[in-house]
């Protein structure tokens, strides 16, 4: 716009405008330019691009989905941050000013004498911790261990200026108070901010807790290690606006519902919740009227021990969560900075919500709102999108943008609650979306480093979460509604140059593609972290680590090619009726809340259990379209590959660990064996009334304290006996603290307990006078959200429980973490105990208390329990005669220990007391008596004891509503009492009661009435806040049943207890004259370190438990890594390198870890793996389970040759053969094999599936495991194989074995001896015998005339064409019958299968190709006179004939032998190429070749006799009328062998194609029509003993011996004159042909 109006301004003065007239119109440009670039800069900056994929992840056994958005811009974007306070008057007055102010970050102005505010214990303190300060605006980072506490200064010299103090956090939870006292503590510093939201503390000069001086930051670090950026900034503040700048505000009107707020105007507000009668009079409201485009700052500053939670809108004047434009619910100070414009320079409205939502322990929320949208320079900061933190960036951007679909707007952050369709900020499309981790999910992920990627300066990403499973599974966004979309971007953002990004726009799908290089930098990623997961120790670092490798498999580069993966695949969903435990509701529906299989709510009521429901079944089939359009280097390779993953993801079960249900179980059995030998609540082994009472180590009870006087040394090791004992209930526990301790392995239990107990015992300090746990030894102090002002709980270490307490009503985030710690012996006893009154000293200080002595005789008569710590005084003896003159009778009564003096012991005795109410005198009534633990609930505020109270039903929580995130059971509102299942309200009277729908009950005075009422005592926190777990909480549930609820994992119990009046006697106690003294309360003397403790068990579990952890682990990866990475290598972009297909056999399933004197049972998959006690000698073994799949050996069984011929067995694709290579057995499932750490003493047994091959024969009857030994599979001849079931094999076998790989198999019973195996039927059986009986009698006839005609060759015969036919018609005939004769009992190799089927196929051509040649040669002998020519050209065609048939059949097989002799898996690695090998596909092409040649062949036979036969014919039908006989003999010689022939080619073609299911009857007909009968019929023609015998008549006669010559020319002389018959007796043949030409 501004060069268009400068090319105005040239235009004009080209054309002689006046120099005047020029300088207007210059102005007046300039004032365009100023207007277009006005409105260029209001007009909202639109994307460049935006897009999203979909992506899923699966986090510690938890799936999700996700639509990832990706918004590019043209310029670089900024987020604004402003300091919002009240302006600030340069006049006003500090009114805690004073005539210095103390610096401690200054050594050398840190002193009393320098400045008299300064506090010198604090400046030695400061200059001894060396507590680091910040510098204005100067980023400090900062790591911390977690639970650690680390202290910083940040000095504010000058009154008026605010300070501005941000966390900004790289990994971790940390959270952030502020006080000007150093020993200000979490519960009551001035300002404080929590890891929920930002971490923000702004101080203004107008809060009454300001100061100017040093401000002392303290952070403690939640969960795990932390690393952050601490930034501490002095902001100058914009003074109060002016008459006139406030006159330029709207007039805007204030009405019932809202307030007006203007600028520069602060609005304070108290709340008082207890007057408020509706949870919507919590949310105070107001509003904001503008024009034009501006920059608005919002603050909210709440008074410590309550909080409220802002929310914007621009359209919902009571704007609330999810209509929300924005919203800070930050936990501390809530600010928001908005870049905003009205549209049309018409004036818009702002809502403000203001949520009291947790008020101080007054009941008030006091807060302060303010808005500004006039700056200093350094009260409004812009900071570049990529100078965030990545994790920071999060919480920074969560509320800077808003979802909209149907006219329905979602504006949830990563952290909050109440949404339905939640989102996160986060900054590359790379990350992960599910770091930082929302409370809405229950991940048990504790460490929160890996790798985050660059922030891009112009790009924003954030994640929609679709659907995600962690107890149930939870669809929050269908993905279809993904494109419809309407995104709303932009209120914090702006461009650079100054542009809102606040425009509303959709998004376009993208898909991204798998490249082979990149996928591979990743996968060495993560192969790392699997390396270094194999060598972890805990189950805590495997689920860690299962982190870091869901943050690489989430990544772009490897998202990518996993989808390329699932594009293989086609999903089939039909929607089917079973019984399933799967949520059939979605949040939305009203049956969600209370069915246990969706919510926490339905587990209050019931158990999830299978029951009947419709719900949508899923199948994978491989889809060969998608493959045959992909870019894959073998198409077959990866359709081979695929099978395998089908059956991968449809039948393998990986073992399951539940990281959530193991840290229950320990925290729970910890805490079990704690509370048996400390704690007086769960347990009478400590509380006593009589010395009688202790047994438990055989002490004294303390009759001041009620409790018994341990041994603390046997009580400590009989904890940790417990400890040791119980264990996490699994076999190997013992072992496992072994390996923690770091003992021998063949350590006792009695070793373990001892070394533990020199670890986890030493010097510290302990309170002598308890015999539980005393309060010294209670460091750890409960926190959450949300829970500043309930009252203290305390904790020995962090396994403490919650039992229904109404202020821990929230599930909120609580965590027991350290308060306070006694570092060394003075600190320790620093507290004073007056020996002679415990209180004497209260309120005096130290000095005070010893200089009290003085005024106090030195010394008194008393009373000790506790070896002369404790006394209690006995004021009416004042001297050291009358004190040992003196004995005291102590009776326990239901106030404590009553003292009588100067009785005898039996007197003593005989004085009894009521333990449960000291006013009754006698014994029935206080056996009969009690106190009811109900009765505790009714006491005042002022410790009144009440007759009743009005009890209540308890709110039901709903997922519909905000307190869905805060309460996962039905809870008491603010007001009430928490009592089981019930509220009570101690403020309703019982004549209001009625009227307020409550039941007036009244105090419990019987043992029946009190112990009416039981329930199931259950935990409410089971579904653990956001990442980790720090404690329990239990309430009583409504599981209607004891069975009911054992299965929730809870304990049914009354719900209150009955302690029963005992009567008891009187105990002598002896009494001493004893100094008076001050001495310390506590003492510093050898303890046991609870938390030492606690994290020895734990480890020892966690080690325990890595082996599962990583089996479940291992497997879930396994099932798809391994085929993943050749599909990214085969089918990605990218250079390839090597092989694809790995040469590996077996994919890790399962981490096993059998132990030493432990059997144990181990699921691998569908498999099972069982050790014996004696399978290890000493330790725990890891041990490793691989699968290998059958696919690898499928195929390796060829095809027979001989089987396009006659096939009477079937191929075996997954076959077995023994040495001889004879197939004598069949694959039954896929392998299993495994790798140890150390060796196993004795057999494992394994338990198999057989999987469906198709391939089982009843021929195999013997189930059997094979080992695979050289690529082969050998029997293994086990003698202990058991079926179990109908689908499970189980056997033993042998270290070597399982380390090589075992697979089911079926198998003949004398596999490895037999090498005759009989393949066939009954009825193939018996045909193939009589096939050889025939063929034999055929043989032996044959043999028979070529003996003969030997016979006569050496009388001098002549040899004849017909001799020369017998010899190769009895090669044939012998071969044959041979063949028949032993393929019922064998399978040849391929040298004999050659010999036996092939061989004689060509023989039978051979032998009828002599006959068919010279039958052409007597056709065609006219072509030549001269005989010898006749026969030339007979040979010639016989020849040549034979030259064809033989070099064709030679090519078939020597092509054949080649394909049986090259690898099957020699492309593919270790598999075969596609689903029938490639090999066995190419041998079927081969023979059924070689089975269409002999077809061809016969069918050419067949035509040549026909055609030549009846050419003969014709010959001789006009010879001379004489030859009828021969005639009829040449007629049927051509009707046989023709129709022989033309049969034998359709004959071999359907042999051929019935190869796989061949019909045994109709290839024992075709064989006996096209084969042994023509053999037959010519040796009946051409019977050799009837030419001897006429030979030897003619030789008498002189007609045999003639010359060749004579023969011939009587042959053509005499034809005519000589008698047929003298013709046919040797011409039997060829009719015509000369006889010496025979």
């Known amino acids: 716009r501004a060069a268009t109006s400068h090319n105005i301004i040239l235009i004009l003065y080209t054309r002689g405008t006046s120099m005047r007239s020029i300088r207007s119109?210059?102005?007046?440009?300039?004032?365009?330019?100023?207007?277009?670039?006005?409105?260029?800069?209001?007009?909202?900056?639109?994307?460049?691009?935006?897009?999203?994929?979909?992506?899923?992840?699966?986090?510690?056994?938890?799936?999700?989905?996700?639509?990832?958005?990706?918004?590019?811009?043209?310029?670089?974007?900024?987020?604004?941050?402003?300091?919002?306070?009240?302006?600030?008057?340069?006049?006003?007055?500090?009114?805690?000013?004073?005539?210095c102010i103390c610096d401690y970050t200054s050594q050398t102005s840190c002193s009393s004498s320098i400045c008299s505010q300064c506090d010198d214990s604090l400046c030695q303190l400061v200059k001894t911790e060396g507590y680091p300060t910040l510098q204005d605006g100067v980023p400090f980072e900062v790591q911390m261990n977690k639970t650690d506490t680390r202290f910083f200064m940040f000095h504010m010299p000058k009154f008026g200026e605010a300070f501005d103090v941000r966390g900004s956090v790289h990994t971790g939870r940390v959270s952030l108070t502020m006080d000007p006292r150093q020993s200000a503590t979490t519960d009551n510093a001035s300002w404080f901010s929590t890891v929920m939201g930002n971490l923000i503390m702004i101080g203004c000069p107008d809060q009454t807790s300001y100061r100017t001086g040093t401000y002392f930051i303290s952070a403690i670090a939640h969960y795990s290690d932390v690393s952050f950026r601490l930034v501490a900034r002095r902001v100058s503040l914009p003074a109060p606006p002016t008459p006139q700048e406030q006159s330029n505000e709207s007039a805007c009107q204030s009405d019932d519902t809202h307030e007006c707020i203007f600028d520069g105007m602060p609005i304070h507000r108290d709340v008082d919740t207890a007057a408020i009668q509706s949870d919507d009079e919590l949310q105070v409201h107001f509003k904001y009227n503008f024009t034009g485009c501006k920059t608005i700052g919002i603050g909210l500053h709440s008074t410590f021990g309550a909080d409220a939670d802002l929310y914007i809108s621009d359209y919902d004047p009571l704007g609330y969560s999810q209509s929300s434009l924005y919203m800070s619910v930050?936990?501390?100070?809530?600010?928001?900075?908005?870049n905003l414009c009205s549209p049309d320079g018409e004036w818009k409205l702002l809502f403000f919500t203001v949520d009291c939502w947790q008020p101080d322990s007054q009941g008030f929320v006091n807060f302060t709102l303010s808005l500004n949208t006039r700056f200093t320079s350094t009260s409004l900061r812009n900071t570049p999108m990529n100078e965030l933190i990545y994790y920071d960036s999060a919480h920074l951007l969560s509320s800077s943008m808003s979802l909209e679909l149907d006219g329905k707007r979602f504006l949830c952050g990563s952290f909050y609650f109440d949404c339905t369709n939640f989102w996160m900020m986060y900054p590359s499309k790379n990350s992960v979306p599910f770091y930082p981790v929302s409370n809405a999910l229950t991940l048990p992920i504790k460490r929160d480093n890996f790798d985050t990627p660059p922030l891009a300066s112009n790009i924003v990403t954030f994640a929609v979460m679709l659907n995600y499973t962690s107890t149930t599974p939870v669809v929050s966004l269908l993905e279809s509604n993904l494109p419809k979309l309407q995104v709303q971007m932009g209120w914090a953002l702006t461009s650079q140059s100054g542009r809102t990004l606040n425009a509303n726009f959709t998004a376009t799908q993208v898909y991204s593609s798998c490249n082979s290089a990149a996928f591979a930098t990743i996968q060495n990623k993560i192969d790392s972290i699997a390396s270094s997961e194999s060598q972890v120790v805990t189950s805590d670092q495997v689920v860690d680590l299962e982190f870091q490798l869901s943050v690489e498999q989430f990544s772009g580069d490897y998202f990518a090619c996993a989808q390329l993966l699932k594009q293989f695949m086609t999903s089939n969903s039909q929607s089917k009726l079973i019984n399933t435990t799967a949520c059939t509701y979605t949040r939305s529906q009203s049956q969600y809340d209370f069915d246990p299989c969706c919510s926490n709510l339905g587990k209050w009521y019931q158990n999830c259990v299978p029951r009947p429901a419709v719900v949508p079944v899923t199948s994978s089939s491989i889809n060969k379209d998608s493959i045959a359009n992909s870019q894959c280097q073998s198409k077959s390779c990866i359709t081979s590959l695929l099978e395998d993953y089908q059956f991968a993801q449809t039948k393998a079960q990986c073992p399951t660990f539940d990281a959530s249900s193991s840290t229950i179980t320990k925290y729970n059995n910890y805490r079990n064996c704690k509370d048996r030998f400390y704690s007086s609540a769960s347990s009478t082994a400590l509380n006593c009334f009589t010395d009688s009472d202790c047994v438990t180590w055989g002490t004294t009870c303390n009759l001041q304290t009620l409790q018994c006087m341990v041994n603390r040394t046997e009580q400590d090791t009989s904890f940790l006996d417990c400890l040791v004992e119980t264990g996490d209930g699994s076999p190997g526990f013992l072992q496992s603290f072994i390996s923690v301790l770091g003992l021998q392995n063949n350590s006792t239990k009695d070793m373990i307990v001892k070394t533990l107990y020199s670890q986890v015992n030493g010097a510290g300090c302990i309170d002598p006078s308890n015999g539980g746990i005393s309060l010294i030894q209670k460091p750890f102090q409960l926190h959450g959200v949300g829970h500043e002002d309930c009252p203290p709980q305390i904790c020995e270490d962090n396994t403490c429980e919650v039992v229904d307490n109404t202020c821990w009503k929230y599930n909120r985030g609580w965590y027991w973490a350290p308060d306070f710690k006694v570092a060394d012996k003075n600190t320790c006893e620093t507290p004073l105990l007056p020996n002679w009154n415990s209180s004497y000293c209260n309120g005096l200080s130290q000095t005070d208390c010893q200089n009290s002595l003085a005024s106090l005789s030195s010394s008194f008569c008393g009373w000790s329990e506790d070896n002369g710590r404790n006394f209690i005084e006995l004021s009416q003896v004042d001297s050291e005669a009358g004190c040992q003159a003196t004995s005291i009778c102590a009776v326990v009564g239901s106030n404590g220990a009553s003292i009588v003096t100067n009785l005898t012991s039996n007197d003593c005795q005989n004085q009894f007391a009521c333990t449960s109410n000291v006013s009754i005198t006698d014994k029935d009534t206080c056996l009969s008596s009690g106190h009811c633990s109900f009765n505790d609930y009714l006491v005042d505020t002022n410790g009144n004891k009440l007759d009743g109270a009005c009890k209540f039903n308890r709110t039901l929580p709903s997922v519909l509503l905000n307190d869905d995130g805060y309460w996962l059971s039905p809870y008491c509102k603010t007001g009430k009492i928490s009592i089981p299942n019930a509220c009570l309200d101690l403020a309703v009277t019982q004549a209001e009661c009625g009227n307020e729908n409550g039941v007036w009950v009244p105090r419990i005075n019987t043992r029946e009435e009190c112990l009416r009422e039981s329930g199931c005592l259950q935990n409410v926190n089971e579904a653990q806040y956001s990442f980790t777990f720090y404690g329990t909480a239990r309430s009583f549930s409504l599981q209607p049943t004891p069975k009911s609820c054992q299965v929730a994992k809870g304990t049914w119990q009354n719900y209150y207890t009955w302690n029963q009046g005992r009567w008891v006697g009187g105990s002598m106690r002896n009494v001493t004259w004893q100094p008076r003294a001050i001495n310390s309360k506590y003492s510093w003397a050898n303890s046991m370190n609870f938390l030492k403790t606690q994290q020895s068990f734990f480890e020892a579990v966690g080690v325990n438990t890595a082996a599962q952890a990583r089996s479940s682990a291992v497997c879930q990866r396994s099932l798809t890594q391994s085929f993943l990475n050749t599909v990214s290598c085969e089918c990605g972009s990218g250079d390839k390198n090597g092989n694809c297909y790995s040469q590996d056999s077996g994919i890790p399933l399962a981490v096993a870890r059998p132990c030493a004197g432990f059997a144990s049972n181990w699921t691998v998959g569908q498999a099972q793996v069982l050790f014996t006690i004696d399978s290890l000698s000493v330790g725990c073994s890891e041990v490793i389970f691989s699968s290998?799949?059958?696919?690898?050996?499928?195929?390796?069984?060829?095809?027979?040759?001989?089987?396009?011929?006659?096939?009477?067995?079937?191929?075996?694709?997954?076959?077995?053969?023994?040495?001889?290579?004879?197939?004598?057995?069949v694959l039954r499932g896929d392998g299993l094999s495994f790798s140890t750490s150390l060796p196993l003493q004795?057999?494992?047994?394994?338990?198999?599936?057989?999987?469906?091959?198709?391939?089982?024969?009843?021929?195999?009857?013997?189930?059997?495991?094979?080992?695979?030994?050289?690529?082969?599979?050998?029997?293994?001849?086990?003698?202990?194989?058991?079926?179990?079931?109908?689908?499970?094999?189980?056997?033993?076998?042998?270290?070597?074995?399982?380390?090589?790989?075992?697979?089911?198999?079926s198998r003949r019973a004398d596999w490895n001896s037999i090498t005759k195996i009989r393949s066939l039927d009954g009825t193939s059986f018996i045909l193939s015998n009589i096939l050889a009986a025939l063929f034999s009698a055929v043989a032996i006839a044959n043999l028979l005339a070529i003996g003969f005609a030997l016979y006569n060759r050496i009388n001098g015969s002549r040899w004849l064409l017909t001799d020369t036919v017998l010899i190769f018609m009895a090669l044939f005939i012998i071969i044959r019958a041979v063949y028949f004769f032993i393929i019922?009992?064998?399978?040849?190799?391929?040298?004999?299968?050659?010999?036996?089927?092939?061989?004689?196929?060509?023989?039978?051509?051979?032998?009828?190709?002599l006959i068919l040649a010279f039958w052409v040669a007597t056709v065609r002998r006219q072509m030549a006179k001269d005989s010898k020519i006749l026969v030339r050209y007979g040979t010639t065609i016989v020849i040549v004939t034979n030259v064809i048939l033989y070099c064709i059949f030679l090519t078939l097989v020597i092509t054949y032998s080649q394909i049986v002799q090259k690898p099957l898996t020699s492309s593919c690695g270790r598999r075969t190429e596609i689903s029938l090998a490639k090999g066995q596909e190419q041998q079927k092409a081969i023979a059924l070749s070689y089975a269409v040649v002999v077809a061809f062949l016969s069918l050419v036979f067949g035509i040549g006799f026909l055609y030549f036969g009846r050419a003969i014919m014709k010959r001789m039908a006009n010879a001379e009328s004489g030859r009828s006989a021969m005639k009829r003999r040449m007629t049927i010689m051509t009707f046989i062998f023709s129709l022989s022939f033309l049969l034998h080619s359709p004959?071999?073609?359907?042999?051929?194609?019935?190869?796989?299911?061949?019909?045994?009857?109709?290839?024992?007909?075709?064989?006996?029509?096209?084969?042994?009968?023509?053999?037959?019929?010519?040796?009946?023609?051409?019977?050799r003993l009837r030419a001897v015998s006429h030979s030897s008549s003619s030789s008498r006669t002189g007609g045999?011996?003639?010359?060749?010559?004579?023969s011939y020319e009587m042959s053509k002389n005499s034809a005519k004159s000589r008698p047929a018959s003298q013709h046919s007796v040797r011409i039997n043949v060829e009719p015509t042909e000369p006889p010496a030409q025979i």
């Open 1547 to 1583: 004959f071999i073609i359907i042999v051929a194609a019935l190869s796989e299911n061949p019909v045994s009857v109709f290839s024992f007909l075709g064989l006996v029509v096209t084969e042994i009968f023509p053999v037959t019929f010519f040796l009946f023609i051409s019977n």
């Open 1384 to 1409: 019922p009992y064998t399978i040849a190799g391929s040298a004999t299968d050659y010999v036996l089927s092939s061989i004689p196929t060509f023989l039978y051509f051979t032998a009828f190709s």
């Open 330 to 338: 930050s936990n501390g100070d809530d600010t928001a900075t908005l």
């Open 1242 to 1305: 004795q057999k494992t047994k394994f338990c198999l599936p057989l999987r469906d091959l198709g391939e089982f024969t009843s021929v195999f009857s013997e189930l059997d495991f094979a080992v695979k030994r050289n690529g082969n599979l050998i029997p293994l001849n086990l003698q202990d194989i058991e079926l179990v079931g109908t689908s499970l094999l189980c056997g033993t076998v042998t270290q070597e074995q399982g380390t090589n790989g075992v697979f089911p198999i």
């Open 1188 to 1225: 290998i799949s059958a696919l690898e050996y499928k195929g390796q069984a060829g095809r027979s040759l001989s089987s396009n011929f006659l096939t009477f067995n079937q191929d075996i694709q997954y076959g077995i053969t023994n040495s001889d290579g004879a197939s004598v057995g």
């Open 25 to 99: 119109f210059y102005l007046f440009s300039l004032l365009c330019i100023f207007l277009a670039t006005s409105f260029s800069l209001s007009s909202p900056l639109l994307p460049k691009s935006s897009t999203f994929e979909v992506k899923n992840v699966q986090v510690a056994s938890t799936p999700m989905s996700f639509g990832i958005f990706q918004v590019e811009y043209e310029e670089p974007v900024v987020i604004t941050q402003a300091t919002t306070c009240p302006p600030h008057d340069p006049s006003s007055i500090d009114p805690h000013a004073s005539n």
């Open 1600 to 1606: 045999g011996g003639m010359t060749k010559s004579a």
